[in-house]
């Protein structure tokens, strides 16, 4: 077979009992893509195949439904006749099973990287009414060294939809108590699960050991596992407690809401990680959430801008800008104050959330800067190239105009401020 209906066909990337997976290319946008062809005939019992096929409805139904950068995305499904296929994006990179083994373990640093993303991600669908209940290692793709996706949202329930759910799905090693028992599922079967993938992550073992999935669901209902630090010493306690928590097979001592379960990973970094000049995108995206300049952004776009910006350490005394230096790039605080002077002269502070050097990029030509901008501590900046930032999404970049347009109009309101004084002071000056 060499295509399916416009997508050419490149080479078999997968398989498994009841598909095989193909890198393909679109011939219209010439993108490369991944296609999973369904085998309906090797589902005999026609109760089975009825399961199957309501699964890939329910994913199929998500084309164009979750677009996040941790989640990848379905671009097209045929679910129909003898020709039953899914479209999705390719993503290049192993699935985090390989990790999951005891020779293959990531560091600690990596996995919570990891985790925070997943988090994330998960949050976005719980937003967008989907619950995915099939979360583990196999279902989760991982790029680089922490960048990730997750997939396979075959499994996922629909908030508020009209058709009945499959029941029992999922992967019975990482079920949660309330999903074994076939109790209603809300996204905190998803932190559980997700806290079991962590698990597995830090030790290489699955937190029951057990022989069969009547056993593992005994386990499952009854019994608590050892920490992963038990398998794997190094691992630190603020991680061990954060997989216990995810774990509580009580939902009122689980983890209530994704954004707490992501906090305690940002505060494992900010407390336990050594100080170092490598800056985590866990802590990265925490920051900018926290900044007024990003307040209007979606978490999606939050994402984009980490895509496309650069981070650095700059130490107290050090210059940033140069008067009548070349430059385009403009500079947000994250962290630290700087000073801007001219000939010396100090013309104001910025804190954190302040943006400065925009103006090469407002002028849209060659600009030379006209200050000197000194760190007056140690700072953290955000350094935003206007070239990556053109080619951003166009919510991204109204964003960032729309952040543009608030500070120039609180800078006029704080110089209207200004020169009414002088003028107040002028004029007191020549009554008396």
């Known amino acids: 077979m060499d295509k399916i209906g416009k997508y050419e066909l490149a080479r078999e990337i997968g398989r498994g009992a009841t598909s095989t997976v193909y890198l393909a290319t679109d011939t ?46 379905i671009l097209d499904a045929v679910m129909e006749g003898d020709v039953n296929y899914m479209v999705m994006e390719y993503v290049e990179g192993d699935t985090l099973d390989r990790y999951a083994e005891v020779d293959h373990l990531l560091p600690i640093s990596t996995i919570a990287e990891i985790v ?39 499994s996922a329930a629909l908030q508020d939809a009209q058709t009945t759910q499959v029941s029992g799905v999922g992967s019975p090693a990482y079920m949660s108590p309330e999903q ?9 079967t998803d932190i559980y699960s997700l806290g079991v993938v962590m698990y597995k992550l830090l030790s290489g073992k ?16 009854n019994i608590d596992p050892p920490p992963p630090s038990a398998f794997r010493p190094e691992t630190p306690p603020e991680l061990d407690a954060i997989v216990r928590r995810a774990m ?68 107290e005394a050090e210059y940033i800008l140069r008067d009548s230096e070349d430059g385009r790039s403009f500079f947000i605080l994250a962290q ?20 400065f050097g925009e103006m090469a990029h407002l002028s ?32 991204c970049r109204f964003q960032f105009s729309d952040a543009f347009l608030r500070m120039l109009v609180r800078r006029l309101a704080v110089a209207n401020t200004r020169i009414s004084h002088l003028l107040a002071d002028q004029i007191q000056t020549e009554k008396e």
């Open 364 to 395: 849209e030509h060659a600009f030379k800067r006209s200050t000197d901008v000194i760190a007056k501590n140690d700072v953290v900046l955000i350094e935003i190239d206007p070239d990556m930032l053109a080619n951003a999404s166009t919510g």
């Open 336 to 355: 630290g104050t700087v000073r801007v002077l001219k000939q010396g002269r100090l013309l104001s502070l910025l804190r954190s959330g302040d943006c």
């Open 28 to 73: 219209f946008s010439k993108q490369q893509v991944a296609i999973k062809l369904f085998d309906m005939n090797s589902l005999r019992d026609p109760n089975r195949a009825k399961v199957y096929r309501k699964l890939l409805m329910t994913e199929a139904s998500l084309a164009g439904k979750l677009s996040h950068p941790h989640i990848v995305k």
């Open 180 to 188: 074994v028992q076939e109790l209603p599922l809300t996204h905190q």
């Open 206 to 221: 699955l937190p029951f050991d057990a022989s069969n999935n009547f056993s593992m669901i005994y386990h499952i209902l």
């Open 116 to 154: 925070y993303k997943c988090c994330k991600a998960l949050e976005y669908a719980q937003y967008q009414g989907v619950i995915h209940r099939d979360i583990k290692p196999a279902n989760i793709l991982l790029q680089g060294e922490t960048d990730i996706k997750i997939s396979d949202f075959g």
């Open 248 to 315: 509580e097979k009580d939902t009122a001592k689980r983890y209530p809401t994704w954004d707490e379960f992501a906090r305690d990973l940002v505060g494992f970094f900010s407390h336990v990680v050594p100080a170092q000049n490598e800056i985590f995108d866990t802590e990265k995206f925490d920051t900018l959430r926290s900044l007024a300049f990003f307040k209007n952004f979606s978490d999606v776009e939050l994402w984009e801008v980490l895509r496309i910006s650069s981070w650095r350490k700059v130490p």
